[in-house]
C-alpha cells in the first residue's frame, strides 16, 4: 500500500481543522524551548503521521542510498519508529530483509506503524516493542540501525548511550538522520567523534575521517535536502500552494568497518552560470570550491546532473 494511500485511509473519521489544529498545537509545542516532546493524543499521531512522514521517509531512502550497491541487510532496526516513516523507507529500498524491529515509547504511534507496516510486509519477521530506547538492549548484531529524526528529542548523554550500545553490538551500519539545523549538525558531530574514537568508521556525508571543516563555521553546517511532491493532504497540513517541498535535513551514516573513498561530497546548492558551474564540496576534510567551464565539454556534461549531496 502507498504512502498516501494509507495516509487517507487513517485520516478518515478526522475533520481538516481537528487535524490542521492538532498539528499546529504538537508543532507549537516542539518550537518552545524546552519543550517535552512526544504526541498527547491519536489525532496528534494521525496529524504527525500525514504531515511529516512524506519527508522523513524522502530524508530516509536518500540517505539510503549512500549504503554500498552491495549491501543487502537482512536485518533492521528502526529506533523511535513513530508511526513507521523509517521502517516504510528501509522496506521500499531493500529487499533482502528478513527481520525488522521496530522500537517506539508511544503506543499510539507504534500501533499505526504496526498497521502500515504489517499490511506492506506480512511474509518477514516483525516485531514491535513499545520501550524508551535508553532501556532498549538488543544482544545480536545487527546489519543496519536507523534513528531518524528522534535522537535530537534527547538529551546528549542519552544519545551518546543508544549509540554507543549499538556499537558494543557491532551493528554493521548505523544511521541517524535529524531536522538540519545548526543544533542537529552540532549534535551529530558529537556522535562522529565519540564513534570515531570506538573505532568506528564515518561512510557518510564525510568523505574522510578527519575533523570536520565545517565545526567552526558561524553561518555553514552540514545539511542536505530532498524534494518530494506535495499532495492534496500534505498540502492541508503546510498552508502551502507549492507542489513539492524540500526536506532540510542532516545525517550521519555510520559502518563498523572501514570505508575507503577519495571522493568529495557536494555541500550546497551548486551554481550554473552562463559559462561555468561552481561546486562548493568537502574533499579530504576541507572546504573547495570547484569550477567546471563549459569548455571541459564531457566533464560539464557530468557535473551539471550533479546535485546538492551527491558524491563530486
Ligand atoms: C519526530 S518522531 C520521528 C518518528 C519517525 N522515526 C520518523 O522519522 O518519522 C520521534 C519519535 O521518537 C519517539 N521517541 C522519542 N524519544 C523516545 C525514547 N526515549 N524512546 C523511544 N521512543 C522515543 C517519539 O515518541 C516519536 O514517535
Known sequence: MMLEQWLQQILEGYTESELTDAYQQLSHRYRQPNYKPGFQNEVEVKAYAAAR??????????????L????SPTTVLDLGAGTGAASLGVLQHFSSIKSLTLVEQDGRALACAKELIQFLKEDIQLKFTQQNLCDYAD???I????LSYVLNELPSAEQQEIIEKLMANQSRYILILMPGTPVCFQQ?????????EVGYFVAAPCPHQQACPMATASTDWCHFKARLPRTRTHRLFKEATLNFEDEKFCYLLLSKDAIST??????KNPLHRSGHSLFDVCDNGELKRIIIGRKHKSLYKKAVKLSWGDIF
Open 139 to 141: 544482544d545480536k548484531p
Open 53 to 66: 512522514m512524506p519527508a522523513t521517509v524522502a530524508a530516509v531512502v536518500r540517505t539510503l542510498k549512500e
Open 68 to 71: 554500498p550497491h552491495t549491501f
Open 188 to 196: 551529530l558531530l558529537i556522535l562522529r567523534k565519540i564513534a570515531i
Open 143 to 146: 546489519d543496519l540501525a536507523i
Open 262 to 267: 577519495n571522493a568529495a561530497r557536494i555541500v
